[in-house]
Nanobody, 123 residues
């Protein structure tokens, strides 16, 4: 499965962005999907995940209530709606696919990764 993210950019604090992750080359619908981010000088961290069917989601506390993860299996796409962005949200955001049940949160559970899209938030 090949994953490509898009939708990143430069925004001001309080603005919104919608990231997309499009899959090709495999059966996207059988994989749980996750979003991770990595800021300069920091370790990669979990942001959100969604089960293969889309009926379950899980969020890191830092984004809960502001970010929404979703997917459209027919379009082989996943999305991360980010509202009320804060400077601390600035990072490279990557989507990933995991052949596991549920909403995995650990990076090691994910086998397929996209290259990432940059999100910059100015204060």
């Amino acid at each position: 499965v090949h994953l490509v993210e898009s939708g990143g950019g430069l925004v001001q604090a309080g603005d919104s962005l919608r990231l997309s992750c499009v899959a090709s080359g495999g059966s996207f619908s059988i994989y749980a999907m996750g979003w991770f981010r990595q800021a300069p000088g920091k370790e990669r961290e979990f942001v959100a995940s969604i089960s293969w069917s889309g009926d379950r989601t899980y969020y890191d506390d830092s984004v809960k209530g502001r970010f929404t993860v979703s997917r459209d299996n027919e379009k082989k796409a996943g999305f991360l709606q980010m509202n009320n962005l804060k400077p601390d949200d600035a990072a490279v955001y990557s989507c990933a696919a995991a052949d596991v049940y549920g909403t995995p949160t650990a990076a090691y559970e994910y086998y397929y990764w996209g290259q990432g899209t940059q999100v910059t938030v100015s204060s």
